[in-house]
């Protein structure tokens, strides 16, 4: 039997390395030019704690997820709620970065927490986030960071 290595089977944890400094890391997760060319597009984001704001999903669904900065330390950590009340399936998880320096670039590391792995539906739900972080999104963030 292979042993679970994460610290929470009910969390997305992933790191990766980029070949940029903390700064130049941080802008691609601040900006909402830079945000909207990897993630979704904000309205009324701020890396301030307290900041409510919304990411819109692309046409041609017009939902809205309702977020709010939960911590901002300057090239170090950004922390943001990320309320999705639309559907059938309400959710609300808690979306964290962390930045390290690491030699001549950064130490990224994403952690999404509340998932209920109890429940079947959002096990599978946590499964398909954590792929699709992995696939998609993280990917999109380097091709934003290195052009």
């Not at 919304?54 to 090239?75: D, G, H, K, M, N």
């Amino acid at each position: 039997m292979i042993a679970d290595c994460r610290l929470d089977p009910a969390a997305v944890e992933l790191g990766c390395f980029l070949a940029h400094p903390p700064d130049t890391v941080w802008r691609a997760l601040t900006d909402p030019d830079l945000l909207e060319r990897w993630l979704l597009r904000p309205t009324g984001f701020a890396a301030s704690a307290g900041t409510r704001f919304r990411f819109t999903v692309p046409a041609p669904s017009t939902e809205e997820i309702a977020c709010e900065v939960l911590a901002a330390r300057p090239y170090e950590q950004l922390t943001y709620s990320w309320t999705y009340s639309h559907g059938e399936h309400p959710v609300r998880w808690n979306i964290d970065w962390t930045l390290r320096p690491q030699g001549r670039g950064t130490r990224l590391l994403l952690t999404q927490t509340g998932f209920d792995i109890e429940d079947r539906r959002q096990k599978m739900v946590r499964n398909a986030t954590e792929r699709s972080w992995k696939r998609l999104v993280l990917p999109r963030l380097g091709q934003v960071i290195h052009h």
